[in-house]
């Protein structure tokens, strides 16, 4: 499923003193299949951006505002905002978006807050539950086999964590229950929002790694928010980057980050490869790399050997 | 005196679970000590351990030479700030001076004095501006400075931090570590920072390891990561730029470990131009 944004807007609080304009005329098309890394301070829109992929935050159903018409003199009239998302069409009133968040699961920040089940096989079975349409509710047999498959596949043992208290488990254990919660009911886009703040840099690898096992596996598309600009150079294969509410860029990390006066002028930061290869550049030693540290080492021990010397 | 002391510490959370079996360790007035170590290595037991919040099974815990015990927790609370993780869980007010007052009303500070003390832990901070700002309605990182500004209106000699950072984005962790330092270098406090982030740990002067309830390693941080294999025993990773210089290392290019840019850079240029 392919992701298609088009003149998205959104304020929050409109008409009160509180008015915040979260997303201003955001245009950005995630192909399915990337590994698609947001980056962005916070408040620069991309939890807002996100939280309509699935329908969270509505496109305004009410299009007089946008609707054709003449504009008035000295007015402009905006575009039509829409979304599309496969085949879905987030602007139509009509759209089934039970059916939608079921292709589309999302991952809050610190998802482990919100477990509740009493044990980690109904805390994972919930999303599954809650997705089964009526009169076709699961028999227990697929239920069970499918919550083992989903708590499998975020890397815990299902035999031994099953029974448990999800509130018994570690914090990185605790994610991956949450994960699977959301991955039970098979969505083919997975959005995470932040998913590896606040776990020790063990569990961030770990995290990430399964990330990526997902993404060869259950999910055809991942989209993580992240503020960690070696996270998107390591992970992503496209990045976009938010700025007050717009899209900036939307590039490959390798594109984005030669970009590096543009971040460093947004307050942003750049991989510390990157970092690395800018030092390097002044002292006359070009490495065209992609900004992972595997491809830097590799690139500089190849110069050293004296290959791909001019 | 020491400015915080653990004197043959045990500590378990009941059968079974977690436990410190026996904990030595000082730190100096006027000190920044990192501690690290990986998730449930005792590290925030230890911060818990400091100011009274739990109690050691066996051995003493002093600060600045007073036991903490319960004849003396009063004021070791006074002398013992802490800031959590989580900064929406340690505001109490609604507006970011009352929330600041909070802790210097509750131990029965004079009124003239608070307002005193209010400029001094918001200026201490950078947060002057948002003296009457609604706590709801701030980043991250500034609700975490007024957390800290809580603290300081105390007016403790030691600032622990535990996992302060953890939950904020790259600005909100820088801005709260300049507030840690410049605390430190100006006002003589002694900080201690516990947390996950290696390049925290960099800005201290000496870096204390935990794993399982034991202090496996310390010394000066730069000195802690050039210690790889020991550092992966106890679960934990080096900084980004040290995986860089062990692979570059362990690829035949004898770079030495400096955990800087620039050194790291003339170590390669150096490497580079000498081959040719």
């Given at each position: 499923m392919r992701i298609v944004a088009e003149h998205l807007s959104y304020t929050y609080n409109p008409n009160t003193p509180f008015a915040a304009a979260a997303l201003k005329d955001v245009s950005l098309c995630i192909e399915e299949g990337e590994f698609f890394g947001i980056i962005g301070h916070t408040g620069s829109g991309k939890s807002t951006f996100i939280q309509h992929l699935n329908g969270l935050i509505r496109?305004?159903?009410?299009?007089?505002?946008?609707?054709?018409?003449?504009?008035?003199?000295?007015?402009?009239?905006?575009?039509?905002?829409?979304?599309?998302?496969?085949?879905?069409?987030?602007?139509?009133?009509?759209?089934?978006?039970?059916?939608?968040?079921?292709?589309?699961?999302?991952?809050?920040?610190?998802?482990?807050?919100?477990?509740?089940?009493?044990?980690?096989?109904?805390?994972?079975?919930?999303?599954?539950?809650?997705?089964?349409?009526?009169?076709?509710?699961?028999?227990?047999?697929?239920?069970?086999?499918?919550?083992?498959?989903?708590?499998?596949?975020?890397?815990?043992?299902?035999?031994?964590?099953?029974?448990?208290?999800?509130f018994d488990l570690s914090g990185g254990q605790k994610r991956r229950v949450a994960i699977a919660g959301v991955i039970v009911s098979r969505p083919e886009i997975l959005v995470l929002d932040e998913p590896a703040a606040g776990l020790d840099p063990l569990g961030k690898k770990e995290i990430m790694e399964l990330l990526h096992r997902l993404h060869k596996t259950w999910c055809k598309t991942v989209i993580i928010v992240s503020h960690d600009m070696d996270e998107i150079a390591e992970n992503c294969t496209m990045s976009a980057l938010f700025a007050e509410g717009t899209v900036k860029y939307c590039l490959s990390p390798r594109e984005l980050f030669q970009k590096a006066e543009e971040l460093f002028a947004l307050g942003l930061d750049i991989p510390l490869v990157a970092k690395l290869c800018r030092a390097l550049d002044e002292r006359g030693i070009h490495i065209d790399c992609d900004y992972t540290a595997a491809d830097f080492v590799k690139k500089i021990l190849a110069l050293k050997r004296g290959e791909g010397r001019a | 005196m020491y400015a915080l002391e653990f004197k043959d510490v045990s500590f378990s959370y009941g059968e079974g679970g977690f436990r410190i079996p026996k904990l030595n360790f000082t730190v100096k007035e006027g000190e920044f000590v990192a501690i690290l170590g990986h998730n449930g290595s005792g590290k925030s037991t230890l911060a818990r351990l400091a100011n009274g919040i739990l109690a050691p099974d066996r051995g003493t815990v002093s600060v600045f030479g007073a036991p903490v015990d319960e004849k003396h927790l009063y004021e070791v609370r006074r002398q013992v700030g802490v800031v959590f993780q989580n900064p929406d869980n340690q505001t109490v007010a609604s507006i970011v001076e009352d929330d600041v007052a909070f802790g210097a009303e509750n131990v029965g500070t004079p009124r003239e004095e608070i307002g005193r003390r209010i400029d001094f832990a918001l200026s201490a901070v950078g947060m002057q501006a948002h003296r009457l700002s609604a706590v709801s309605r701030l980043s991250g990182g500034q609700k975490q400075r007024v957390a800290i500004a809580g603290v300081l209106a105390l007016k403790p000699?030691?600032?622990?931090?535990?996992?302060?950072?953890?939950?904020?984005?790259?600005?909100?962790?820088?801005?709260?570590?300049?507030?840690?330092?410049?605390?430190?270098?100006?006002?003589?406090?002694?900080?201690?920072?516990?947390?996950?982030?290696?390049?925290?740990?960099?800005?201290?002067?000496?870096?204390?390891?935990?794993?399982?309830?034991?202090?496996v390693m310390q010394g000066a941080p730069k000195e802690i990561f050039t210690r790889h294999e020991e550092l992966i025993t106890y679960n934990l990773e080096l900084p980004r730029i040290g995986r860089i210089e062990k692979s570059l290392h362990e690829g035949g290019m004898p770079v030495k470990s400096t955990l800087n840019i620039e050194e790291l850079v003339n170590e390669i240029a150096g490497e580079l131009t000498c081959g040719s």
């Open positions: 496109l305004p159903s009410s299009m007089k505002k946008y609707r054709e018409r003449k504009p008035k003199r000295g007015e402009q009239l905006l575009p039509r905002p829409t979304l599309r998302v496969g085949s879905y069409d987030l602007s139509e009133k009509t759209t089934d978006f039970r059916a939608l968040r079921k292709s589309v699961g999302m991952v809050f920040q610190y998802p482990e807050h919100q477990l509740f089940g009493e044990t980690v096989k109904e805390d994972v079975a919930f999303g599954l539950k809650n997705f089964a349409e009526k009169g076709k509710e699961l028999s227990k047999e697929v239920e069970t086999s499918a919550v083992r498959e989903a708590i499998e596949a975020v890397g815990l043992n299902y035999g031994e964590v099953a029974e448990k208290s999800p | 000699r030691i600032m622990i931090l535990d996992e302060s950072t953890a939950m904020l984005d790259p600005r909100g962790r820088r801005e709260i570590m300049e507030v840690a330092k410049r605390l430190n270098q100006e006002e003589g406090m002694t900080i201690v920072v516990i947390t996950h982030f290696p390049e925290e740990a960099l800005l201290a002067d000496r870096a204390l390891v935990m794993n399982r309830g034991e202090l």
